[in-house]
């Protein structure tokens, strides 16, 4: 319980500090945005930058792809010559936010990046997840053979539980319900103006990836946690279940651990390979 209620500090913290940043350089590739109408009529916002080697980074839960602004992987990517996509997913910042729960399930999230991928002609990438945005990747890792190399990072082996008590708990506290440790996170969303009954739904079908599913994947992977972050479950115990993956450990906890220059160069260093 102790242990839940840092980790809601620490994810309001995260939201205030990083959902609206932004990082215009006049030395790094344009951005160039838009908005791409997925397979159901939801419009997705995304942005590109650079003409190099495709590489998608996934945000995770209650922020939104300017997330990544402020972090070391997304400036060195574009310094060295990547092709950075990023997008904000269903339910988060620009994009539109259905209050139909079957909006987010049946890999909804997956198949958005999918398609926005197919209308931008790319033929292979390779995709950086954290957090939640690791979930998705992991589905993409089942569902998208064009994806190449993939990084899960800030995620353990609680996602492959199908009844991930965290997940229902949030869930709870999103639809109305009197979860008293999350209380602040609840009433921080409201503060910020999210859209709880989106949020609500994104956990509500959020997609798990079984161990049995795990084992099957043949594309190399790269997990990454802090070495003070186990709020997700094992890293380490995850990188076991996938075939040929490899775990390190970066300074940091789930919350600033992505944003981090030993992240950064973890990262880069495994899709150069």
Same mark, same amino acid.
């Given at each position: ?24 350089? &006049? ?19 995304? $942005? ?22 402020? %972090? ?7 310094? /060295? ?20 729960? $079957? ?5 909804? @999230?997956?198949?958005? #990046? ?7 002609? #790319? ?11 690791? #979930? ?44 008293? @440790? ?15 009954? %989106?949020? &609500? ?15 099957? #994947? ?11 972050? /186990? ?8 990188? /076991? ?20 220059? @030993?992240?950064?160069?973890a990262v880069l260093t495994f899709l150069k390979q």
């Amino acid at each position: 319980m102790t242990r839940l209620i840092l980790l809601v500090c620490s994810l309001l913290t995260f939201v205030r500090s990083f959902s609206q940043a932004d990082s215009s350089n &006049a030395n790094l590739p344009a951005i160039d945005s838009g908005y791409y109408t997925s397979f159901d009529g939801t419009r997705i916002y995304y $942005e590109t930058s650079g003409k190099g080697m495709p590489v998608v980074l996934v945000h995770g839960f209650i922020v939104n792809s300017n997330s990544w602004k402020r %972090a070391a992987v997304y400036q060195q990517l574009r310094q /060295e010559g990547y092709k950075v996509i990023m997008l904000d997913m269903r339910g988060n910042g620009r994009s539109d936010k259905p209050h139909q729960p $079957e909006a987010y399930e049946n890999d909804a @999230e997956a198949k958005d #990046i999918i398609g926005l991928l197919t209308s931008l002609n #790319i033929k292979s990438y390779d995709a950086v997840g954290y957090s939640r945005g690791s #979930i998705i990747v992991s589905r993409l890792l089942l569902l998208d053979t064009r994806l190449d190399k993939a990084v899960i990072g800030g995620m353990g082996t609680g996602f492959t539980d199908s009844l991930w008590p965290r997940r229902i708990m949030f869930y709870n506290a999103l639809s109305g319900k009197d979860v008293p @440790e999350l209380a602040a996170m609840v009433k921080n969303v409201q503060k910020e103006g999210l859209d709880q009954v %989106a949020l &609500a739904y994104l956990q509500r079908s959020q997609p798990s990836t079984s161990p049995a599913q795990l084992q099957k #994947i043949k594309r190399p992977v790269l997990l990454v946690c802090g070495d003070a972050d /186990e709020d997700n479950g094992s890293g380490k115990a995850l990188s /076991e279940m996938i075939p040929g993956s490899r775990f390190v450990t970066v300074p940091g906890d789930h919350n600033n651990a992505s944003h981090t220059k @030993e992240f950064s160069t973890a990262v880069l260093t495994f899709l150069k390979q």
